[in-house]
């Protein structure tokens, strides 16, 4: 599956984005989406994760209650709905998938898409 970001951009703090990640290529809906953020010089971080049904999310405890994942699978896309954006939400995003393994471990999702940045500023 091939994976493609989009949406970030620059953006005041408290404002809000919505991410997009489109899949193509095979059966979307078969696979586990998950975003990661990567800030310079830091790790790449799990931020949430949704099953290929949708009817199962994960999230970061710290981002609970300001970021929602969704799904439409007839679309083939999965949304991040990210409200009350913080400078330290600054970052590149990802997404990936992957059809098992542990939803928080970057290293078990085998298709990444390039990653869009977003920036908060204060």
């Known amino acids: 599956v091939q994976l493609q970001a989009s949406g970030g951009g620059l953006v005041q703090a408290e404002d809000s984005l919505r991410l997009s990640c489109a899949g193509s290529?095979?059966?979307?809906?078969?696979?586990?989406v998950g975003w990661f953020r990567q800030a310079p010089g830091k790790e790449r971080d799990f931020v949430v994760a949704?099953?290929?049904?949708?009817?199962?999310?994960y999230y970061a405890d710290s981002l609970k209650g300001r970021f929602t994942v969704s799904r439409d699978n007839a679309k083939n896309t999965v949304y991040l709905q990210m409200n009350s954006l913080k400078p330290e939400d600054t970052a590149v995003y990802y997404c990936?998938?992957?059809?098992?393994?542990?939803?928080?471990?970057?290293?078990?999702?085998?298709?990444w898409g390039q990653g869009t940045q977003v920036t908060v500023s204060s």
């Open positions: 290529g095979r059966t979307f809906s078969n696979y586990r």
């Open positions: 990936a998938a992957t059809v098992g393994g542990t939803y928080y471990l970057a290293n078990e999702y085998g298709y």
């Open positions: 949704i099953t290929g049904s949708g009817s199962r999310t």
